[in-house]
Every structure is written in structure tokens, then in C-alpha cells.
């Protein structure tokens, strides 16, 4: 090995320590916001079918698993996890306002459904001209594309059909545990608008 292809082997599993940092960085970003450290992990395991379409439709297209494809997963984690905080969000606004975890759990699924489906379908849309593309570079459009399309796919069309079901477990687990005794549930900046 000499030269460029040196240097890609020497590097080769820095892809695995980046999507771990990905995954990390999204974890902890989501239990600050649910100030949880339980209901993220309906988020995060929503995450892999959407991984598994990626891999689907490169294999499908006999592309390779290579930094193109790499990209399109770290950006996969990014639009995937859009889709399970909508759900997860309203779901736990609802549950706050009195609603029992099934009912916020259904009502978050039925009411970000369209919304889900419509930004996911143009996003794959607008990727269709990437995974066909064609003249110079068509293999690093193609890839991005394949990857990127793929996941969001498979993973809209789990995500939908999973997500309330992850919130509705970590939610059931979350409501019985109570990990500081006398918690307020209002959260801190809420108290700061309201002294105001």
C-alpha cells in the first residue's frame, strides 16, 4: 500500500468510531431536551431499519460501503431521528397534559403521520436523481443517494409502525421510575416565564 490507498487503510476504521460519536452526540442532545435519560432510547432504537435499508439498497445496486455511503448514514441519523421526535415529542407533551402514555402514544402516532410521510417522500423524491445519476462521478452521487434514499425508506415506513410502541415502553418505564424525589415536573425555563 503506497500513497492515497495507504492512507484509506491505515484510516479504515475511523467510520465506525464516527458513527459512534454520531450516535453518542444525538443521545445525549435528546436526554437534555426530554430531560430523561430513558424515553431517547425510543429515538435511537428506531434508528437501525433505517441503517439496514441503506445497506439494502447499496447491496441492491452493487455499490460500496465507502465514505459517500458513510455520509448518507450520519445524515440517515439525523433525518430518522426527525421523524421519531415528532412522534416522541407530542407524545410526551400529551402525556404531561394528563393523557395516559397508550393514549399519547396513539394520538402521537395518528396526528405526526402525514407529517412524517410527506417530509420523508420528498426528501426520498428529491434523492432519485442522485441514485440514477450518470457522466462524471455518477458512483459517488449514486452511493450517497442509494444510501441516503434507501434508509429513509425502510426506516419512515418501520419508523411509523415502531415509534409509538418504543415511546409507549420507555414511557412506561420512565412513569414508574422516578430517579429524584420531589421532582418538579415543570421544567426550569418554564418557571423563569412564568416569575417574569
Known amino acids: 500500500w503506497e500513497g492515497l490507498s495507504f492512507d484509506e487503510a491505515k484510516r479504515g ?26 424515553l431517547p432510547l425510543a429515538v435511537m432504537l428506531s434508528l437501525p431499519a433505517g441503517v439496514f435499508g441503506s445497506f439494502l439498497l ?4 452493487g455499490l460500496a460501503n465507502d465514505i459517500y455511503a458513510q455520509v448518507g448514514l450520519v445524515m440517515l441519523v439525523g433525518l430518522l ?24 402514544a396513539m394520538e402521537g402516532a395518528v396526528v405526526r403521520f402525514r407529517p412524517i410521510l410527506m417530509t420523508s417522500f420528498a426528501l426520498i423524491a428529491g434523492l432519485i436523481p442522485l441514485v440514477f445519476a450518470s457522466g462524471p462521478g455518477k458512483i459517488g452521487n449514486r452511493t450517497i443517494g442509494s444510501a441516503a434514499a434507501g434508509g429513509m425508506l425502510l426506516g419512515t415506513i418501520c419508523g411509523v409502525l415502531v415509534i409509538p410502541g418504543l415511546y409507549y415502553i420507555f414511557g412506561r418505564i420512565s412513569e414508574r421510575t422516578q430517579y429524584v424525589k420531589n421532582q418538579e415536573e415543570n421544567p426550569l425555563t418554564e418557571e423563569i416565564d412564568d416569575n417574569v
Open 58 to 61: 447499496l447491496k441492491g445496486f
Open 13 to 38: 476504521n475511523e467510520a465506525i468510531l464516527i458513527f459512534a460519536v454520531v450516535i453518542i452526540f444525538v443521545y445525549m442532545v435528546l436526554a437534555a431536551q426530554y430531560e430523561s435519560f430513558l
Open 81 to 104: 431521528g426527525k421523524n421519531a421526535v415528532l412522534i416522541v415529542e407530542f407524545a410526551i407533551q400529551k402525556h404531561r397534559a394528563g393523557a395516559t402514555v397508550l393514549q399519547a
